[in-house]
């Protein structure tokens, strides 16, 4: 009998969504300094990276191992 390691595939998937995040972020450090150049407002940009920053510290023990493979970033948020 295969088992699954529950931990394990939590720890998958908040890797996976580490690497997601990453050209996100990327996009939003550039809005940023755009931003900070022109004299806009950022506060806007500073919530969306912490945003994406927490999707890892959501908790994801009520989630089944179909959804834990399903999860996106926007699902994440949408928590």
Known sequence: MIGINRAKAESITVDRLRVERE??????DTSYLRAL???DD???IIAEKQALRDITEKPLTGLSLQQLAAL???LVLDM
Do not use: H, K, Y
């Not at 050209?23 to 939003?28: M, S």
């Open 23 to 28: 050209p996100l972020l990327a996009e939003l």
């Open 37 to 39: 150049e022109a004299g």
């Open 42 to 44: 950022a506060s806007l």
């Open 72 to 74: 996106t970033i926007d």
